[in-house]
Each structure stands twice: as structure tokens, then as C-alpha cells.
């Protein structure tokens, strides 16, 4: 199992980022997929999580608005499209999936959200 996250980088308040992540090792489109963050010194937040299918889509209330999660099972991706960022958006994106009680993530990718 292997989750691959891309698109992350410097960005100044109010601009735009998409991040992407690729799994590979495990049946794709079986599984509701997850973005989570944590910055320094915080608790990891669960950012958006969406379904299998991709008919089902879900945000933290910090992100509801701004930021749309998305996928593509037959190229095994899904994404994150974060409009209008914020300083305090500033975090270590991982993708995510769980199965059986067992998590998997890939290794993140930085975020940085300042002027």
C-alpha cells in the first residue's frame, strides 16, 4: 500500500493550491478517502473525506466553502482544491484511508500559507 501526496508549496493569503494524492498496492475505488492536517504544536484535523464513489463529500467547519475534495478512480487520485487559504492553513497535508481499523497515510506534503 503506498499513498503519494503532491501540489503543496508557499502560497500568499487568498491564493489557491490543489494537492494530489496517488494510492497504489490496494483496490482504489473500494474506499472513502480522507484528507487530514496537522501543524506544529496541534492535534491532527480531519479536513474533508470523501466516498468511494465520489457522491459523497464531507469538510471540517474550518474549511467548508473553501476547499473541495475530489476524485478520480481510474487513475487512482484524489484531490484537494484549497481557494481563498489562510495563514492558519499553514499544516502537513496527508491523505488517508482506513480499513479494518488499520491506517494508512502517505508521508504529506507542507502547506504554507504566508506573505
Known amino acids: 500500500v503506498q499513498l503519494v501526496e503532491s501540489g503543496g508549496g508557499l502560497v500568499q493569503p487568498g491564493g489557491s493550491l490543489r494537492l494530489s494524492c496517488t494510492g497504489s498496492?490496494?483496490?482504489?475505488?473500494?474506499?472513502?478517502m480522507n484528507w487530514y492536517r496537522q501543524a506544529p504544536g496541534e492535534e491532527r484535523e480531519l479536513v474533508a473525506t470523501?466516498?468511494?464513489?465520489?457522491?459523497?463529500?464531507s469538510y471540517a467547519d474550518s474549511v467548508r466553502g473553501r476547499f473541495t475534495i475530489s476524485r478520480d478512480n481510474a487513475k487512482k487520485v484524489v484531490f484537494l482544491q484549497m481557494n481563498t487559504l489562510r495563514s492558519e492553513d499553514t499544516a502537513i497535508y496527508y491523505c488517508?484511508?482506513?480499513?479494518?481499523?488499520?491506517?494508512?497515510r502517505g508521508q504529506g506534503t507542507q502547506v504554507t500559507v504566508s506573505s
Open positions: 498496492g490496494f483496490p482504489f475505488s473500494m474506499y472513502d
Open positions: 488517508h484511508f482506513e480499513v479494518y481499523g488499520t491506517d494508512y
Open positions: 470523501i466516498s468511494s464513489t465520489g457522491g459523497s463529500t
